[in-house]
């Protein structure tokens, strides 16, 4: 057990809708990062929040959005789904900013299938 | 644009030998380089590192060498475990910039 924990594990919606994932993050981390892993792809980062902060972007769409609250919590929201957003989105974080040497702990995912 | 691949989706090895999986990557300002290990239904966990000024890293069973003229890394495991069994990422990145990883190698050690 990692200490990250993800909200729902399994979702099933159609095309069109929105959905928000939830991520609470080991205690005492401040870091909270969403990957995105497609059928045929490896983990894609999205975006990393510190200490309630956005601090790097990777490959998030404009249809997604995320959030870190005060207690550390943190939302991704995919609006206007389609098809190819039905993959496994794991929150990850760490203790600091994030530099190279600082271990990320995973949760383990969310399954989205939009159909 | 993939800059981390590993080429072979998938390795069997039997039980005690030793399991050997490959990773290349493009960007050379890569300094730091991660293999996480993931089982079903399971987050990926972390597993070992190493840093660019290093060509070996090892952790009991678990070796890292780095060849940084290839732009090329493996991870040894030996002796191979059937609890190995799982899918192992490799990932890297630069200081300040997010982590980068591969499409994942499955490994089944068989008894």
């Known amino acids: 057990d990692s200490g990250v924990t993800q909200t729902p594990k399994h979702l099933i919606t159609a095309t069109g809708q929105r959905v928000t994932l939830r991520c609470s993050p080991r205690s005492g981390d401040l870091s909270v990062y969403w990957y995105q892993q497609s059928l045929d792809q490896g983990l894609q980062f999205l975006i990393q929040?510190?200490?309630?902060?956005?601090?790097a972007k990777g490959n998030i769409l404009e249809r997604f959005s995320a959030q870190q609250f005060p207690d550390l919590h943190s939302e991704l929201n995919l609006s206007s789904l389609e098809l190819g957003d039905s993959a496994l989105y794991f929150c990850?974080?760490?203790?600091?900013?994030?530099?190279?040497?600082?271990?990320?702990?995973f949760g383990p995912g969310t399954r989205l299938l939009v159909l | 644009d993939q800059q981390v691949k590993q080429n072979s989706p998938s390795l069997s090895v039997q039980e005690g030998r030793i399991s050997i999986l490959n990773c290349d990557y493009t960007n050379s300002m890569f300094d730091y380089f991660l293999w996480y290990k993931k089982y079903p239904a399971e987050g990926p966990t972390f597993l070992i590192s190493i840093s660019s000024i290093k060509d070996k890293n090892e952790d009991g069973r678990f070796t890292v060498f780095l060849n940084k003229s290839a732009k090329h890394l493996s991870l040894h495991i030996v002796p191979s475990q059937p609890g190995d069994s799982a899918v192992y990422f490799c990932a890297a990145s630069r200081t300040g910039y997010a982590l980068n990883f591969g499409k994942g190698t499955s490994l089944l050690v068989t008894p």
């Open positions: 929040y510190y200490n309630g902060e956005e601090r």
């Open positions: 990850a974080s760490s203790v600091g900013l994030g530099s190279v040497i600082e271990t990320q702990y």
